[in-house]
């Protein structure tokens, strides 16, 4: 699919290129929580289902016992999941961005683990990421 530009779209970079301003740095809202903090990233793209669970709990588990305060889920949208023209597989629980949260919330051992799981984030349809809040490992 190509998809022309659009004359708005031209007029936008033009200002964009004459202007002397800076691209937002999108990083500095996670670097606000502490820069001793630490912050984890992780990309389930291209996981199944079933993977991206087994994934996904190692990692919260890894990342509790390493003291990591907040972790970054980068699930995808689903937009160009095959699932949903299977009328045999859910919509929502077939695309990692809805499944991959619903695993985690109903897993009470990872659950004791984390601190908030922001569903708001999920439940956007123009976001393909979510975070995850840690409780403080005691040693």
Request: with cysteine.
């Amino acid at each position: 699919m190509i998809k022309k530009i659009t004359n708005k779209d031209k007029k936008d970079w033009k200002k964009f290129l004459d202007s002397n301003s800076k691209l937002e740095n999108k990083d500095i809202i996670f670097n606000k929580i502490n820069k001793n903090e630490k912050v984890r990233s992780i990309d389930l793209h291209g996981n199944t289902l079933e993977s991206a669970n087994k994934v996904i709990s190692n990692f919260i588990e890894r990342c509790y016992f390493d003291n990591v305060v907040s972790i970054n889920v980068i699930t995808g949208k689903g937009s160009r999941s095959k699932n949903k023209e299977d009328p045999y597989l859910s919509k929502d629980l077939s695309i990692l961005k809805y499944s991959v949260p619903d695993y985690i919330k109903n897993n009470s051992e990872l659950m004791e683990k984390i601190k908030k799981l922001d569903l708001d984030s999920v439940n956007n349809p123009n976001q393909g990421t979510f975070n995850i809040l840690l409780k403080k490992f005691i040693k």
